[in-house]
């Protein structure tokens, strides 16, 4: 038996006209990882009211310095996250690096992969904190 994959809310959040807020299921599943992985990174625990513990503390991160020490806890935090979420992505890699261009800036790049039936597809997120 199939086992079910439940989608949320489609993210980032768009304001055109009559835009669907819900993942729709004419949507590709690229889609509705790369949505479910944004909602879990960018929601901070607590925010749930009967979920606390879902999401990250990247958020405790935004006064850190910014150096491998604070890169390993994103990690971290993301991987731990993602693992208990989202049960139908495997992180492959998680890399973090600093904007060149402004120094308190990091970008996180998620390479994982997902189960289709019997296919497994590979692909990237780069998210911004």
């Keep these: 038996m199939a086992s079910k994959q439940y989608y949320g809310i ?3 959040f768009l304001r ?4 669907k807020f819900y993942v729709d ?3 590709s599943v690229k889609e509705k990882v790369r949505s479910q992985l944004m909602h879990i990174v960018f929601t901070p625990k607590t925010q749930r ?3 606390p513990e ?4 990247l958020i405790k991160h935004i006064f850190s310095q910014n ?3 604070t890169w390993e806890s994103i990690k971290t935090e993301v991987r731990e996250s993602v693992s208990r979420w989202a049960n139908n992505i495997t992180l492959n890699n998680i890399s973090v690096v600093k904007n060149d ?3 308190a800036e990091i970008f996180v790049r998620l ?4 189960m289709e039936g019997n296919k497994v597809s590979n692909d990237s997120i780069v998210v911004q904190l």
């Design 49 to 51: 009211i009967r979920m």
């Design 16 to 19: 055109d006209g009559f835009q």
């Design 101 to 103: 261009e402004n120094e």
């Design 25 to 27: 299921t004419n949507d």
């Design 67 to 69: 150096d491998e020490t």
């Design 54 to 57: 879902f999401g990250t503390d």
């Design 10 to 12: 489609k993210y980032p």
């Design 111 to 114: 390479d994982y992969s997902v």
